[in-house]
């Protein structure tokens, strides 16, 4: 999100100044660069939100930004099957938030899912998203960054950061002077949004997802296959991506995470951070908020290869145990937590005023969203800062900030 909204500025106001301030030693380290690199089409999000809006046109736009920039896009399509009756009214729901929001989706029955995966199964009918691509994010946020910088971004990378002061930034060991703070900080969006006021009533969860390279001898895939997902979570199950280089990986997990950025270990953790986190589950599991009991019980399962393996084959005719190898590089999903109400932020989520804006809650889809959420976030950044501005000209000695001075 960070880097399509610095293109998105450059492309819209050349002369603007634009710093884009990276915590690690390069872009892409955490939820942008580890996600599953899927293209999603937008059937899974009510008409009336965010998610719905933004994913069929970020579909559009990321494959042709991949296409016209030489990047590798695979346009292998998705399988959304069922494994008993009670999947039926959910792959209904599918279909009319798909009628809804415009999105192609195509019924298939039981005896003719050959023609779209040979080992494919379902119980009785599936649903069929031609437009569900795959990329590499990685590959895609390389690109995006050095776009950015031919741009004239000035790119500020291992400074995270630490603390502002009225219109100064201080991160790393540098300090910026900001006509305008946009925060894509991912899983410390929220900390950053309270230490300007905002997000009071969310908190980040993270959940760890990991994925199984399948290296066996017989295919076991020719096209995504996810399950009916549960509609009472964000969550998409455990299912079977296509890579752009045509590789195939099972997984992910939503297994809760101790600390922000719990990848393997002890790496990187934070005591204080893991105090608060776990007293938000213990809340959570007391009062079984969104069934986090029964959630949290499944997802721990998956820690064991086994059972992962055997959730993966409930999606196939066939599946040899024996063709996955190791868990790859996990991710962590920064899933903003409601804390009034102790639900989880389906939508995506942005707050902000005539000073900064804070983006809250980016998860999946927002890697398929990002260019038309970028795009969003750069109208209500700039319709926030004219109404401060007019504010500020109509009161007696009032000043106008430069929206150009640094975009942060």
């Known amino acids: 999100m960070g880097l399509t909204i610095a293109r998105e500025l450059k492309l819209r106001m050349p002369s603007c100044s634009v710093a884009l301030i990276e915590k690690e030693a390069d872009v892409a380290q955490h939820a942008s660069g580890r996600n599953s690199g899927v293209l999603h089409a937008g059937f899974y999000y009510t008409a009336d939100s965010l998610k719905a809006r933004f994913s069929k046109a970020g579909n559009r736009a990321m494959i042709r930004y991949c296409e016209e920039n030489g990047l590798k896009v695979n346009k292998c399509g998705k399988l959304v099957v069922a494994a008993d009756e009670r999947d039926l009214p959910v792959l209904e729901e599918l279909k009319r938030r ?3 929001n415009d999105v192609e989706l195509v019924w298939v029955r039981e005896e003719e899912l050959a023609r779209y995966d040979p080992n494919a199964k379902t119980f009785r009918k599936a649903l069929y998203s031609p437009t569900t691509a795959t990329v590499n994010p990685q590959e895609v946020c390389q690109h995006l960054k050095r776009e950015i910088v031919r741009l004239g971004v000035a790119l500020h990378l291992g400074c995270p950061y630490r603390r502002h002061e009225g219109s100064r930034v201080h991160a790393g060991d540098r300090v910026l002077e900001a006509g305008y703070v946009i925060n894509a900080a991912g899983l410390y969006a929220d900390k950053i949004a309270q230490d300007y006021g905002f997000a009071h009533d969310y908190t980040i ?11 066996g001898t017989k295919p076991v895939a020719s096209t995504n296959i996810y399950p009916a997902p549960s509609m009472s979570n964000p969550f998409l199950g455990v299912h079977y ?7 195939v990986k099972v997984g992910p997990t939503a297994i809760p995470a101790l600390w922000r950025e719990h990848y393997r270990g002890f790496a990187r953790f934070r005591p204080r951070e893991m105090l608060e986190i776990l007293s938000w589950m213990a809340r959570l599991f007391a009062a079984d908020a969104f069934h986090f009991r029964t959630l949290a019980a499944e997802e721990f399962r998956k820690y064991r290869k086994r059972y992962l393996i055997r959730l ?11 063709g996955f190898g190791s868990f790859l590089a996990p991710g962590i999903r920064a899933q903003l937590l409601h804390k009034p109400t102790m639900t989880l932020v389906q939508d995506f989520l942005v707050e902000g005023d005539g000073h900064s804006i804070h983006v809250l809650n980016a998860v999946s889809p927002a890697f398929t969203s990002s260019f038309p959420f970028a795009a969003y976030v750069v109208d209500r950044a700039l319709a926030l800062q004219q109404g401060h501005e007019e504010m500020a000209g109509n009161m007696p000695g009032g000043q106008r900030d430069c929206f150009g001075s640094h975009i942060a």
């Not at 991506?241 to 590789?247: E, L, N």
């Open 98 to 100: 798909g009628d809804a």
């Open 312 to 322: 993966a084959g409930k999606l196939v005719k066939k599946c040899d145990p024996g």
């Open 205 to 215: 969860l993270p959940f760890k997802g990991l994925y199984l390279k399948y290296a």
């Open 241 to 247: 991506t296509i890579t752009a280089d045509g590789a």
